[in-house]
C-alpha cells in the first residue's frame, strides 16, 4: 500500500487539530479528545452541548472541504472485515486501559508535559511500529 506524502496538507491539518486542542482547553477547560467526547455525547452528561458541537465540526468541515473542492472520496479497503473489526475492538480495550486515545494524549498530553501521555504516546507508537512490521513483513500483507 502507498501513502502520497503531502506536506502541505498535513502541516494546515495538524496546525489546525492544535489550534482547536488550544482553543478547548483555554476556552472551557476540557481536553480535545476524541474517545472522551464520543463517549460524552453516547452517554451524556451535563456538557453534552459542547461535544455534540465539536463532534458535528470534525464531521461537518470534513465534509464541506470535501463539497467546496471537489476532492474525490472513497473508501477502499483490501483488509478483511473480521481483521477491520479484530482492530477496532483491540483499539477500545486499549483506550480503555490507556485512560484514553491517541488524540487525547498524543495531542493534549504531551503539550501539558504529562507523563502519563507521554509514556502512552510511545506505547501505542511501538505497538503500531511491531504491529505493521508483523503484519506486513512476517505475515505477508493484507
Not at 476556552?27 to 452517554?43: D, E, K, N, Q
Not at 494524549?105 to 510511545?122: F, M, N, Q, Y
Request: include cysteine; hydrophobic fraction near 50%; proline fraction near 3%.
Amino acid at each position: 500500500m502507498e501513502t502520497t506524502f503531502t506536506p502541505l496538507q498535513a502541516l494546515m491539518g495538524g496546525s489546525l487539530i492544535g489550534t482547536s486542542a488550544v482553543a478547548l482547553m483555554g476556552l472551557h477547560g476540557r481536553i480535545a479528545g476524541m474517545t472522551g467526547i464520543v463517549s460524552g455525547v453516547i452517554l451524556p452528561r451535563g456538557d453534552w452541548g459542547w461535544r455534540l458541537a465539536f463532534l458535528i465540526g470534525a464531521i461537518g468541515a470534513t465534509a464541506l472541504i470535501l463539497l467546496l473542492t471537489g476532492m474525490p472520496f472513497s473508501i477502499e479497503s483490501t483488509i478483511p472485515s473480521w481483521a477491520v473489526l479484530l482492530g477496532g475492538l483491540l483499539v477500545g480495550i486499549g483506550v480503555t486501559f490507556g485512560g484514553g486515545c491517541t488524540s487525547g494524549h498524543g495531542v493534549c498530553g504531551i503539550a501539558r508535559l504529562s507523563t502519563r501521555s507521554i509514556l502512552a504516546t510511545a506505547t501505542f507508537m511501538a505497538a503500531t511500529f511491531t504491529t505493521v512490521f508483523v503484519i506486513r513483513h512476517l505475515l505477508g500483507g493484507f
